[in-house]
């Protein structure tokens, strides 16, 4: 039966039952006419698949906890990702699960956000390409995904009632696009919108995102779900194009929706799409038989692996690896009960768990090994703690400090209030490097620590991220350099929070929050103010280096819609072998916008031996030189010069070329009775039409120049110049008015003329 003739079969009252929830986690089967119930899970790093499907709160059924979306991105590794995604989605199968609820591609807009080890970065190119990677991966298998939150779910503060106030350009630049590239790239099944609003809208109700843009103009073909009780007017949100209610039941709301068409207030084919778009979710479900059992030791190891690549060298003097030490001291609780994953839905139960100490005697023996708590549990100072640890720290040859931000400081449904570790774990890094200068600081944490405290002190640390059940071995096999570390920064760590973009505009009060910095998040803040930083986007350290050299282009000049490809060659200096994560920004060195300084638009790994070298490919499409004009209401190029850099990080820019854009756009006229004097020149058929009046406008000014002047016989010379810098800005009516009785009409008819003849001439936009 199709999906139509099965919709035009369902009584009203089945309709708008199908289109709330029948549990926590299920849909509402319809066994009249065969629909049966689909099963949704958290997510996004492994299976949070409730034992009784239609109940929330209990404990999991056990399933493979993966590294958190920070650790992911800084992998830079869409194959491993993908990886991942398919291992997810065999988890899923194995317990009956039709759709995994992730991953989360949002904008890490603050440090402080409690939620921030669920997104993938700051960078909007880069969470686009690894939330597509993922969702390919899941969904490869069969298995659906689900993009959330849809949008602008940046923080915890308030975040069922919000309102994010952004502009058009930084809504359209940096908070849709990794939606917009998941979407057009890999469709999800389900799209997940958020609990907040957006400029004033709830992103539940939002037409214009929810309908124009994520249906109509991307072309996302499967259901929006709502974020768990996001929904404050089931009808309201039906029109606004929120197909399916979660979680449910809710009778209340299927009455309304009954009732609204009844008394006209909604049209049931509004209804009916949304009907349309759950049963084709629900028939693609059935498509793939559940059961069986999934290979938890396979994908445990799987798990080490994305745990390893994410991981972060941030500094190391030389320490590391770990080379035939005799006495080594681990000095922190989460060496012994590792911090692997964030509180909140994401909470997964994993199969197994590798505890860090454990995972280092596998490296060397337990005479080599002492261990020392460190800090405790709570908030509460323990010098007692400390003083142990600096004992231990003392009479070995080298301290590893397993350094965990605690949940009561990070987690889903609080932000954090600073970017400190905790004071006894500061107090702690401290007396333990002043004893000891070889010490390693581990962290792990979900989003970015300040480090200024003790930095300096410390001869190396490492970025741990939260790093999934694995993880602990991934520590080992790092420190001991059996894994060569490549991950790299996916957001910038500040030297401290004042420094950060939102400071100023943060958590936002009386119900909105001000997207004051605009376009300026993450680096394109601290490039564009000239910041410095703890550590920049990108960076990360390896064990060997990396020389680049060679950087050449497919076209010196290019049409946008053909774009160009870069090539570098990528060469293993070192002695050991690694990848190297390749970035390529794009610097628009003239705009008819204020632009960020760079912004990433390609990147690659690769995987090098000793001695060898690799030419690395990354290509630039359209996207990659446009930018949004609101204007417009579209992306637009211009014609002009383009910098490529590429780079190790985004402040480590180590080949740079020049190329030329040759825009194809044609694009509408926007002149109108306000436009100035530069706009009309600016507008290639204004231009030509505006010309003798501005010849009049110059000889009137020159005349009036002259008398004023008479005498100075620069003073004319100097009109144009005069022209340009105190009228371009002006409307050109009204310097018109000012000389009117020059002119032999109105001016204001005169203006009318020109804009009459125009948008006669105007092409439509492409
Ligand atoms: C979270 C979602 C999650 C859902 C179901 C919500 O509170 O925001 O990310 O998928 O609960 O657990």
Redesign the pocket.
């Known amino acids: 039966m199709t999906i139509q003739s099965l919709t035009a079969q369902m009584t009203l009252e089945e309709k708008a039952a199908l289109c709330t929830g029948a549990s926590a986690w299920t849909t509402t089967p319809i066994e009249r006419l065969g629909v049966p119930e689909m099963l949704v899970s ?2 996004p790093h492994g299976v949070r698949r409730q034992p009784d499907v239609h109940e929330m709160g209990a404990e999991s059924l056990p399933a493979t906890c993966f590294p958190t979306a920070s650790a992911l991105a800084a992998t830079w590794d869409e194959v491993l990702i993908g990886e991942m995604g398919a291992a997810l989605a065999e988890e899923c199968i194995a317990q009956d699960v039709d759709v995994v ?1 992730g991953p989360g591609a949002n904008m890490k807009r603050s440090p402080l956000n409690g939620r921030n080890f669920e997104y993938f970065s700051e960078d909007p190119y880069l969470a686009g390409e690894l939330a597509a990677a993922y969702i390919n991966g899941v969904q490869s298998q069969g298995v659906g995904t689900s993009l ?2 849809f949008a602008a779910n940046n923080q915890e503060f308030q975040r069922f009632t919000i309102s994010a106030e952004i502009d058009e350009r930084t809504l359209r630049e940096i908070y849709l696009p990794a939606f917009e590239k998941a979407v057009k790239e890999a469709q999800p099944w389900t799209v ?1 919108c958020a ?1 907040n609003k957006v400029n004033g809208t709830f992103a539940s109700e939002h037409d214009y995102l929810l309908n124009r843009i994520l249906k109509e103009e991307w072309g996302f073909e499967g259901l929006v779900v709502s ?2 009780g996001a929904v404050r007017d089931r009808v309201a949100a039906l029109k606004g194009g929120l197909d399916w209610e979660m979680p449910g039941p809710q009778a209340r709301r299927v009455q309304e929706v009954v009732d609204a068409v009844n008394a006209g207030e909604l049209d049931e084919a509004v209804l009916d799409e949304s009907v349309q778009r759950i049963l084709g979710i629900v028939a693609k479900a059935q498509q793939t038989p559940k059961g069986g059992t999934f290979d938890a030791v396979a994908h445990h190891d799987l798990a080490r692996r994305v745990a390893a690549d994410g991981m972060v060298l941030l500094k190391n003097d030389g320490i590391l690896p770990l080379n035939g030490q005799q006495t080594i001291a681990v000095i922190g609780r989460s060496a012994r009960h590792p911090h692997f994953q964030g509180g909140g ?1 994401s909470h997964i139960n994993p199969t197994q768990v590798t505890v860090p100490f454990e995972a280092l005697q596998a490296y060397a023996s337990d005479a080599v090994l002492a261990y020392a708590e460190g800090y405790p549990t709570d908030n509460s100072f323990r010098q007692d703690l400390i003083n142990e640890a600096v004992a231990a720290a003392q009479s070995a040859e080298v301290a590893l400090l397993y350094i965990a931000l605690p949940t009561f400081k990070e987690s889903e449904g609080y932000d954090r209030t600073d970017l400190d570790l905790t004071d006894q774990q500061i107090a702690l890094i401290q007396a333990v490097a002043a004893v000891q200068p070889q010490t390693v600081v581990v962290l792990n944490n979900g989003a970015p620590v300040v480090m200024g405290d003790w930095i300096d002190d410390v001869a190396a640390v490492l970025e741990a991220y939260m790093m999934g059940q694995a993880g602990g071995g991934a520590i080992a096999d790092i420190l001991f350099g059996a894994v060569n570390p490549s991950g790299k920064l996916a957001e910038t760590f500040p030297l401290q929070l004042e420094d950060t973009p939102a400071f100023l505009n943060w958590p936002g009060e009386a119900g909105k929050v001000r997207y004051g910095e605009g376009l300026y998040i993450g680096y394109r803040y601290y490039d564009a103010r000239n910041v410095p930083v703890q550590f920049p986007f990108g960076h990360g350290l390896s064990y060997t280096t990396f020389a680049y050299s060679n950087a050449r282009v497919s076209a010196e000049t290019f049409a946008d819609s053909d774009g160009v490809t870069v090539y570098v060659d990528v060469t293993n200096t070192g002695s050991v072998a690694g990848k190297e994560i390749v970035q390529l920004y794009v610097r628009d060195l003239e705009a008819g916008l204020v632009r960020p300084d760079k912004e990433l638009k390609g990147f690659a790994k690769v995987s090098l031996e000793p001695g060898e070298t690799k030419t690395v490919e990354m290509t630039l499409d359209f996207r990659a030189f446009a930018f949004y004009h609101p204007d417009y209401a579209a992306w637009i190029t211009e014609d002009g010069n383009f910098e490529l850099l590429i780079g190790a990080s985004s402040a480590d820019i180590r080949q740079t070329l020049t190329v030329t854009l040759r825009s194809t756009l044609e694009l509408p006229c926007l002149l109108d009775e306000e436009s100035t004097i530069r706009e009309w020149l600016d507008d290639p058929r204004g231009k030509v039409l505006a010309e003798p009046i501005l010849d009049q406008i110059r000889a009137n000014v020159a005349a009036m120049f002259a008398g004023i002047m008479a005498g100075d016989s620069g003073a004319a010379e100097n009109v144009d110049m005069d022209l340009m810098m105190g009228f371009s800005d002006m409307p050109l009516v009204s310097v018109m008015l000012w000389q009117a009785d020059s002119f032999d009409k109105h001016p204001e008819d005169l203006v009318d003329d020109l804009l009459k003849q125009v948008y006669q001439a105007a092409q439509p936009v492409r």
């Open positions: 958290d997510g609820l959330k939150h997940m609990y974020d768990w839905s």
